[in-house]
């Protein structure tokens, strides 16, 4: 059963970058053909789609999202990472990383395997 931890700091400056990354267990990114995504949650709204990197090493990423978001992968940790520039305190919410398999670029809960998620706050 595959398995996704979160990690990364809970608190960032504006303006800095924001990195997380998602630790996989009892599954390789690399099988096909899962993709490997991240979504977030603002406080008192809906999940959003960030965006994702394929089992192939592609990466896709939310149109609003493109120009501030890189996802990246260690295929020899069995990870992947999530680097948002120049935040805001707009970009606080929880964090997640989820295992679709085929690019889902949706929100519904139902479409992934989840980590738990961690709580990340953008400071003024």
């Known amino acids: 059963q595959v398995q996704l931890q979160e990690s990364g700091p809970g608190l960032v400056n504006s303006s800095q970058t924001l990195s997380l990354t998602c630790t996989v267990s009892g599954d390789s990114i690399t099988i096909s053909s899962w993709y490997w995504n991240w979504l977030r949650q603002p406080p008192g709204k809906g999940l959003q789609w960030m965006g994702a990197i394929a089992y192939t090493g592609g990466a896709y990423y939310d149109p609003d999202l493109k120009s501030r978001t890189t996802i990246s992968r260690d295929t020899s940790k069995n990870q992947f990472t999530l680097h948002l520039s120049s935040v805001t305190p707009e970009d606080t919410a929880v964090y997640y990383c989820?295992?679709?398999?085929?690019?889902?670029?949706?929100?519904?809960?139902?479409?992934?395997?989840w980590g738990q998620g961690t709580q990340v706050t953008v400071s003024s």
């Open positions: 989820a295992r679709s398999f085929g690019l889902r670029r949706s929100s519904e809960r139902s479409d992934y395997n």
